[in-house]
C-alpha cells in the first residue's frame, strides 16, 4: 500500500536551517508530485509547495521564495524539504502529501518542528 | 493567487443532523481541481472529496461535494459522531494551490 513515511520531530533555534524527508513506498515515485503542508499550533493548513519527482520541477508558495527548497533522492524514493532563516512562527508540523491532478490521497504521519531559543 | 474563503467558521449541530459547509474563490476554479479533506485532532488530513463532486475512496456516501465556478459546497446529509472534525477546501490551480482556513463541525 502507498505509504509516505516522514523523518522525526525538530528543535531548532531561530536563524537555523531545516530539512524534513518524506520517504515514498508503495508506488512509483514518479508518479505523483508531493506536496508540502504545514500546519501552525491551533491554526489551518498552509500549502508550501511541491516538487515534481520526474525531473525535479517546484513550484514554491510566494511566502516562501527564497528560503524554501525541495528536492528529491529518486534512487530511494524521498522527497525533502529545507526551509532556512527559521523563525518562531515557523513552528508547526509539516506534512507531505502525494499530488495527482486534484487530489491529494495519502498523506505522511506529519513532523514536528519547535523553532525556539 | 485565488484565495479560498470557507464559511461558517464553525457549525455546531447535533448527530443526524444536516452540515452544509461553503467554500467561495476570489476566481473561478474548475471543478477538476476542487477537492475537500476531513482533519481530526493529532492527525493528517484525509480526501473525501475530489473533482469537486466525486468521493474519494471510503468516504461515506452522506458526504457530497456540488458546486462550480467560485462557489463549492460540502454537505453531510446525516451527521455521525465521527463526523465532528474540521473541513478544508483545497484548489489546485495552475496559479499555485491554495486551502481554505477550515471549518469546524462541532457537537451542539
Known amino acids: 500500500q502507498v505509504q509516505l513515511v516522514q523523518s522525526g520531530a525538530e528543535v531548532k533555534k531561530p536563524g537555523a536551517s531545516l530539512r524534513v524527508s518524506c520517504k515514498a513506498a508503495?508506488?512509483?515515485?514518479?508518479?505523483?508530485?508531493i506536496q508540502w503542508v504545514r500546519q501552525a499550533p491551533g491554526r489551518g493548513l498552509e500549502w508550501m509547495g511541491l516538487i515534481n519527482p520526474s525531473g525535479g520541477s517546484t513550484d514554491y508558495a510566494r511566502k516562501f521564495q527564497g528560503r524554501l527548497i525541495m528536492t528529491r533522492d529518486t534512487s530511494t524514493s524521498t522527497a525533502y524539504m529545507e526551509l532556512s532563516s527559521l523563525k518562531s512562527e515557523d513552528t508547526a508540523v509539516y506534512y507531505c502529501?502525494?499530488?495527482?491532478?486534484?487530489?491529494?490521497?495519502?498523506w505522511g504521519q506529519g513532523t514536528l518542528v519547535t523553532v525556539s531559543s | 493567487e485565488i484565495v479560498l474563503t470557507q464559511s461558517p467558521g464553525t457549525l455546531s449541530l447535533s448527530p443526524g443532523e444536516r452540515a452544509t459547509l461553503s467554500c467561495r474563490a476570489s476566481q473561478s476554479v474548475s471543478r477538476s481541481f476542487l477537492a475537500w479533506y476531513q482533519q481530526k485532532p493529532g492527525q493528517a488530513p484525509r480526501l473525501l472529496i475530489h473533482g469537486a463532486s466525486s468521493r474519494a475512496t471510503g468516504t461515506p456516501d452522506r458526504f457530497s461535494g456540488s458546486g462550480s465556478g467560485t462557489d463549492f459546497t460540502l454537505t453531510i446529509s446525516r451527521l455521525e459522531p465521527e463526523d465532528f472534525a474540521v473541513y478544508y477546501c483545497q484548489q489546485f490551480g495552475s496559479s499555485r494551490t491554495a486551502f481554505g482556513q477550515g471549518t469546524k463541525v462541532e457537537i451542539k
Open positions: 502529501a502525494t499530488r495527482y491532478g486534484g487530489r491529494s490521497d495519502y
Open positions: 508503495g508506488y512509483t515515485f514518479n508518479n505523483f508530485y
